[in-house]
């Protein structure tokens, strides 16, 4: 009987121990990929990259013999389905850690298993699987630096060949057509601007991470917050869909550090942020919906989609980091990281709006969409999260250009208005941006949307009344 690799966030050959074992069991294996309620969800973007990803896998699947096969429905009953038409006997997964794949992924353990099927869970997408990382009191860690120093030293499990050919069954279950799904039907914005700019596949992800290791790492740590510059992995994108196993970034940093690479270790810093924000979201899920500090909970943000946050979307505020960055967001579905606390800034504290709006715009535009770091990152800059930069602490988007783009690199890259020549990408955002956002006033600089002293004031008047209050 064959077995069934249930396919989710690891699309990916090499280092992945749920088809590890699947293969390994001798049986022939059946790749599946369910488009459930759980991914109908998903923001339109990260449901385009996914659509993306699943497309190039197939191929790379199809080249070692095999074949996905595509189903859309509830998780359960499609694997009843095909438990049915095939007779398979055992279910591989690698697992999730949000509270919804959780509590949908242990329902199906208990009602398979209740039929008589196997079901395994396997790690792969994290370093450590959270609940092996426990304080000395025996709870969970709130703050990052004590996370970091109890993990640092861990073994990390060894990486895991592809399997090679995988074993086909005797016939293949039937599949739906991917073009079916219509997986980009969501982007109100050109999704073939978005799509040039994305980096797909396993294969772009190792030459990324070699590429990087090789050329940029040694000055990660001095470079890593200039927006202009390629100074980072950009991997984010391909951990999101599970392309890439952090173990392959951890051995590899972990032996440039070995080489004497003084910015190895920093990078492997930033992974274990990742680990850090999973473990906030498995330890305490409210992370992904309301402030993690209760006290923050009652905080005066506004709601609203008022004119002002909307030109923050459409990067429109007159503040050229805060611009450049949601265009570069809007065009390439990425975001670099420092330009990402900038606008979480501005949002949060310049036009007093709640992070959740923010979180959740992220949550629709990215490509590299992740539950737990967009979270930890919004809290982080709103001042709400458990280990966060204080509220009082307000980034001030034209000093943070003047210190991290100096030359206007970044601003004119993503910024068309006043340049006689703009270059493809700062056009590409005029392609990429819905009709609906009517851009027509076309290439004159925004009018600032609010005053960065009146901003600044009106949040910290906010902080205060609310800390008296207490
Ligand atoms: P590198 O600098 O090369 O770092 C390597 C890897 O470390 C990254 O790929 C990422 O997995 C991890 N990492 C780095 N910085 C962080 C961080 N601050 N928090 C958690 N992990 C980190 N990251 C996402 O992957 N998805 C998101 O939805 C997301 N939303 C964010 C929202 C806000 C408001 C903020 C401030 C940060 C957010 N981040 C998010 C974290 C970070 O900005 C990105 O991971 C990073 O910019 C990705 O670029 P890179 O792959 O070149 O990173």
Same mark, same amino acid.
């Given at each position: 009987?064959?077995?069934?690799w249930w396919i989710r966030r690891d699309l990916r050959l090499c280092?992945n121990?749920?088809l ?9 294996v059946l790749p599946v990929y369910i488009l459930d309620?759980q991914d109908e969800?998903l923001g339109a973007a990260p449901k385009f990259r996914l659509g993306l990803g699943l497309e190039h896998f197939g191929q790379e699947l199809a080249k070692a013999g095999s074949r996905l096969i595509l189903r859309r429905g509830?998780?359960?009953?499609v ?8 007779? %398979? ?35 792969? *997408? ?23 120093? %109890? ?11 592809a399997?090679?050919?995988l ?5 293949w279950p039937a599949s739906d057509g991917l073009a079916d799904w219509h997986m980009g039907a969501a982007m109100?914005r050109g999704a073939d601007v978005v799509a040039r700019y994305c980096r797909v596949g396993e294969a772009a992800a190792q030459a990324r ?26 991997l984010s994108e391909n951990l999101a869909w599970g392309e890439i196993?952090?173990? *392959? ?14 910015? %190895? ?67 390439t579905g990425k975001?670099?990281?420092?330009? *990402? ?25 990215l490509v590299d969409w ?83 002293? %009146? ?8 902080? *205060? ?6």
């Amino acid at each position: 009987a064959p077995v069934i690799w249930w396919i989710r966030r690891d699309l990916r050959l090499c280092d992945n121990p749920a088809l590890t074992a699947a293969a390994e069991s001798g049986a022939p294996v059946l790749p599946v990929y369910i488009l459930d309620e759980q991914d109908e969800a998903l923001g339109a973007a990260p449901k385009f990259r996914l659509g993306l990803g699943l497309e190039h896998f197939g191929q790379e699947l199809a080249k070692a013999g095999s074949r996905l096969i595509l189903r859309r429905g509830k998780a359960l009953e499609v694997l009843q389905d095909l438990i049915e038409e095939t007779g %398979a006997g055992a279910v591989h997964w690698s697992r999730l850690y949000d509270p919804q794949a959780i509590a949908r992924d242990s329902a199906i353990k208990q009602q398979l298993k209740e039929q008589g099927v196997e079901v395994i869970s396997h790690g792969g *997408r994290l370093l450590f699987e959270p609940w092996t990382v426990e304080t000395k009191a025996g709870g969970m860690y709130k703050v990052y630096t004590p996370f970091w120093k %109890a993990v640092r030293g861990r073994n990390v499990d060894s990486l895991l060949a592809a399997p090679g050919k995988l074993a086909a069954p005797d016939s293949w279950p039937a599949s739906d057509g991917l073009a079916d799904w219509h997986m980009g039907a969501a982007m109100r914005r050109g999704a073939d601007v978005v799509a040039r700019y994305c980096r797909v596949g396993e294969a772009a992800a190792q030459a990324r991470l070699e590429d990087f290791l090789e050329d940029s790492v040694d000055a990660y740590k001095a470079r890593r917050d200039y927006p202009a510059e390629d100074a980072t992995s950009g991997l984010s994108e391909n951990l999101a869909w599970g392309e890439i196993s952090p173990h *392959r970034m951890w051995h590899q940093g972990s032996a440039a550090m070995e080489r004497g690479s003084q910015g %190895a270790e920093h990078f492997l810093k930033e992974i274990v942020w990742r680990e850090f924000a999973y473990h906030l979201m498995y330890n305490s899920p409210h992370i992904l919906t309301e402030s993690w500090r209760e006290e923050w909970q009652d905080f005066p943000w506004s709601k609203k989609i008022t004119p002002q946050v909307q030109a923050w979307q459409r990067g429109q505020t007159g503040y050229g980091f805060v611009d450049a960055a949601m265009r570069e967001l809007y065009v390439t579905g990425k975001m670099h990281n420092r330009a *990402r606390m900038i606008v979480a800034s501005f949002l949060t504290k310049h036009l007093m709006t709640h992070w959740k709006i923010g979180m959740d715009w992220f949550a629709d535009t990215l490509v590299d969409w992740d539950p737990a770091s967009n979270a930890l990152g919004w809290q982080w800059v709103a001042g709400s999260g458990p280990d966060a930069a204080p509220f009082f602490r307000v980034f001030n988007p034209s000093g943070q250009l003047e210190k991290f783009d100096p030359e206007g690199a970044y601003t004119g890259r993503w910024i068309a208005e006043g340049q006689d020549t703009p270059p493809q990408t700062a056009l590409d955002f005029f392609d990429a941006a819905p009709l609906s956002w009517d851009l027509s006033a076309g290439m004159a600089p925004a009018e600032p949307v609010v005053s960065l002293q %009146a901003g600044r004031d009106r949040a910290l008047t906010a902080y *205060r009344e609310a800390r008296e209050e207490r």
